[in-house]
Nanobody, 120 residues
Framework: QVQLVESGGGLVQAGGSRGLSCAAS????????MGWYRQAPGKQRELVAT???????NYADSVKDRLTISRDNAKNTVHLQMNRLKPEDTAVYYC??????????????WGQGTQVTVSS
């Protein structure tokens, strides 16, 4: 059983910066991937960025060069640094973890979501 706690959401002006963090705790054997997804009003949830335990990153085209994902494997924490924010970045951001238990059993966990609002 793994718990995810997100922090860092809030209101920010367009062009500003903000950082999101997600910490995993509980019974952890191996976290293969950590990432962030977001859901804007009236839209489907979409991938923002992911990072593997080896450091390989993947970004949505809409956030490349503005958002940076990183992780601390020792602390089981993932961070999303958001720069030059735009109003279209407004959404609820969800932390996602791909966890493997003993025996190669995959489990996916989701955070409760944190609201990011970018004003014009």
């Amino acid at each position: 059983q793994v718990q995810l706690v997100e922090s860092g959401g809030g209101l920010v002006q367009a062009g500003g910066s903000r950082g999101l963090s997600c910490a995993a705790s509980g019974t952890i054997f191996s976290i293969a991937v950590m990432g962030w997804y977001r859901q804007a009003p009236g839209k489907q949830r979409e991938l923002v960025a992911t990072i593997t335990s080896g450091g390989t990153t993947n970004y949505a085209d809409s956030v490349k060069d503005r958002l940076t994902i990183s992780r601390d494997n020792a602390k089981n924490t993932v961070h999303l640094q958001m720069n030059r924010l735009k109003p279209e970045d407004t959404a609820v951001y969800y932390c996602n973890v791909v966890h493997y238990r003993l025996g190669l059993k995959r489990e996916d966990y989701w955070g409760q979501g944190t609201q990011v609002t970018v004003s014009s």
